[in-house]
């Protein structure tokens, strides 16, 4: 029985341990412009037999879902800086052609004119390509449905230039992380969907873009320190059946020699 258990607790300090490394990035990152959270998710382990050699019970780890519940926002004041407000993700290319996904909005004009992540990846827009600013351009505003539009003298005022586009996915949370916020389309997510914001019959009917503002990690701080606490107490509570286990087995282990 102690052997059993010292099996059972050492798998399960194992993924206890995991649950607190999930919940103490959310916190790390609870100010990462684009950040969405993970959620630990346990199962049930019941082994059916009994004996030395068996299997373990307890809990394990069954997966760690991606959350993409709604960030906050914070003002930036740079028109570049873009914050998705509702469903929806931006579609930037990579140096290899390929359109990747974030919720990451913070983009740069780089020599070219072209709008771009941190990373160098180009900003996608309604046509399928990169979005591009000419040279000519005095000024550049961003409105609530993507509406990219560009001001050449003021007499004429500001004319439509190009507009940005969004992807949604039927199950957002099957989607593949890549690094820097970045997600690539899986199978469980299904291909994406396109359309702006704002557009009637989309996904995106209720979403907006926000110039001059970043979308922060949704981590709610209050909830993750109760939920690390509660781990933390759990990795303790399980230490302590183990050590127990441990000095009952080798009290029986010195009483057989």
Known sequence: MSFHTLKTSGSSLKNIQFAIDAVSHNIANINTTGYKKQQPNFEAVVNAHAGMNDGLSGTA???NTTVFSQGSLKSTGTYSDLAINGEGFFGVQNSV??????????????RDGSM????????????????????TAQSVEVGIDGQVNILFDVVSGYESYDQIQLATFMNPAGLEKIGNNNYRESLNSGTPIFS???????KTSGTSIISGALEL????????LTEL?????????VSRTSSTA???LQATINLAS
């Not at 990690?217 to 993750?224: A, K, P, R, V, Y």
């Not at 606490?229 to 509570?237: G, H, I, V």
């Open 61 to 63: 780890m069954s997966s």
């Open 97 to 110: 052609g390929e359109v990747v996904y974030s919720r990451a909005g913070h983009f740069l004009i780089d």
């Open 116 to 135: 771009v992540d941190p990373a160098g990846d180009y900003l996608m827009s309604v046509n399928g390509s990169k979005i591009t600013l000419p040279a």
């Open 196 to 202: 702006t914001a704002g557009e009637a019959g989309a």
């Open 217 to 224: 990690g949704n981590t709610n701080l209050s909830e993750s």
């Open 229 to 237: 606490m509660a781990y933390q107490r759990s990795y303790q509570a």
């Open 246 to 248: 441990d000095e009952i």
